[in-house]
């Protein structure tokens, strides 16, 4: 880090800033909004936007709420921050803290979504609200599109949001998810894209028989072994530098084994995390080509997931990956990595050709375990970021 680099913006220069951060994270920690349900914290959320002048449209799409708020300046880019409020489930017994008591202590705050992502949530609402506080010309909208269900299944939140959103005719220039992606240091990473994901299922399809008479059985265990080492040998040739497909074996299953019959039957799992080299139609021909020539087979897919890739803008208005990258130097005296490593998340719903889609949040060592916890110098950083992201995006110099 440059530490006497002129260009770092001094952090923790709003100590009330950093406070409601604080405040709002616990707040929202102590609903038990276990995916698909909000448990009251879109109502708490829609109250607060709507004191800071949002105007709020909060509706519900096959049991999951989502939320939609509008603050127009004038003319000018469209801006969204976009996140969820579920989070997914806590065992209280193994923790050191109630999961959703919102504990502090010594300096870090324990409570399930803390990292993932009601900590972004409670920095992005503090941004918003000592921002708007300041006397200052803006341009352009700014939206925040918030959901109960991206730890699930999320077939009814945000893509029910992206859609409410065209149908109003609606088109987003950029979006900021507030996805944990700091590795070591807060504004160390920016992920801006992520990889596709798609899971298979191949029963292979044999001859049973007496393990006596092998010679008239065709082994579907041993074609299946044929098949998965050929699927793990692929070579993936499309993919571009700074991102990797990967594809991970998962299960195998006889039905019915036992040690004298020839197993006629042999289902086994995999999953596939592929780089925006690839789309997920291309995944599946590449698959079914590494196996075709094994043994006779069916195969099923599920969960797919598209990658999305955002990288430099020739948009007019403003390069939000670009305001990015520089709030983070400014911040921190360096550049970020950029990466699109990682699961899958609400930005390929939002992303195309169209939005940039960018991620960025706070750090992701505890998210999903037991004592998930962040600690208040890095929300409060974080928070700086976003209000200077805020700056750079709607202030008129």
Not at 43 to 59: H, I, Q, S, Y
Not at 282 to 303: H, L, M, N, P, Y
Not at 362 to 375: C, M, P
Request: aromatic share 10%; with cysteine.
């Amino acid at each position: 880090m440059l530490l006497n680099s002129p260009y770092i913006h001094p952090l923790r220069t709003s100590p009330s800033r950093a406070i409601d951060a604080v405040l709002f994270l616990k707040k929202l920690i102590n609903f038990e909004s276990v995916t698909p349900h909000h448990a009251g914290s879109m109502n708490w959320l829609n109250a607060e936007l709507e004191v800071l002048g949002f105007k709020v449209d909060m509706f519900t799409s096959n049991g999951v709420t989502n939320l939609i708020a509008t603050l127009n300046f004038s003319d000018g880019p469209s801006f969204a921050f976009a996140g969820h409020l579920d989070v997914v489930p806590a065992n209280e017994s193994d923790w050191q803290y109630p999961p959703f008591g919102a504990h502090e202590n010594n300096g870090v705050i324990y409570g399930r979504g803390a990292a993932d992502m009601k900590g972004a949530i409670a920095a992005m609402l503090s941004a918003t609200k000592h921002w708007l506080r300041a006397e200052q010309n803006r341009k352009g909208t700014y939206y925040w599109l918030i959901t109960s269900d991206e730890e699930g299944e999320a077939l009814y939140g945000t893509k029910e949001i992206m859609a409410r959103l065209a149908n109003n005719g609606i088109t987003l220039d950029a979006c900021l998810v507030g996805e944990p992606t700091c590795d070591k240091n807060i504004g160390d990473t920016i992920k801006n894209g992520r990889r596709g994901a798609i899971s298979g299922t191949v029963e292979v399809i044999g001859k049973s028989g007496h393990v006596a008479y092998a010679q008239n059985t065709i082994n579907a265990l041993n074609v299946s072994c044929n098949m998965m080492q050929a699927l793990d040998s692929l070579q993936w040739l499309n993919d571009p530098e700074g991102s990797q497909t990967s594809l991970q074996l998962t299960n195998v299953v006889v039905p019915n084994a036992v040690d004298n019959v020839v197993p006629g039957r042999c289902f086994f799992d995999f999953n596939v995390r592929y780089s925006h080299g690839y789309s997920g139609e291309q995944i599946k021909r590449c698959v079914t080509a590494a196996i075709g020539d094994c043994g006779e087979f069916d195969i099923s897919w599920q969960r797919p997931c598209e990658p999305y890739y955002t990288g430099p803008s020739n948009n007019q208005q403003f390069d939000l990956l670009t305001i990015a990258e520089h709030v983070l130097y400014h911040q921190f005296g360096r550049y970020p990595k950029l990466s699109t490593s990682g699961g899958t998340s609400d930005g390929r719903f939002i992303a195309n050709e169209d939005t940039q889609v960018i991620e960025f949040g706070l750090r992701n060592y505890s998210i999903h375990q037991v004592n998930e916890h962040v600690t208040i110098d890095e929300l409060e950083q974080v928070t700086c970021v976003y209000s200077e992201i805020l700056s750079k995006v709607f202030d008129v110099n």
